[in-house]
């Protein structure tokens, strides 16, 4: 039995449920025999980071800025 606290327990699960859908995508496109669809593995994981650091360092910004 693993004794974690249920903080990050629900972290850790947030952060896998979060990247999931991109980690799928990804392994889906890359498997695809097609040329159309070589960089979409790529764009997709690379679309994703970039959100989501965006959207967490402008957070950190407002915060301190208050």
Do not use: R, W, Y
């Not at 896998?16 to 764009?43: C, R």
């Amino acid at each position: 039995k693993v004794e974690i606290s249920p903080t990050l327990a629900g972290v850790t699960f947030l952060a896998f449920a979060n990247g999931a859908p991109d980690v799928m995508t990804a392994i889906i496109a890359g498997s695809s025999d097609s040329e159309s669809t070589a960089l979409i593995p790529f764009g997709s994981i690379f679309g994703a980071f970039l959100f989501s650091t965006a959207f967490i360092l402008s957070q950190v910004i407002l915060k301190q800025k208050n």
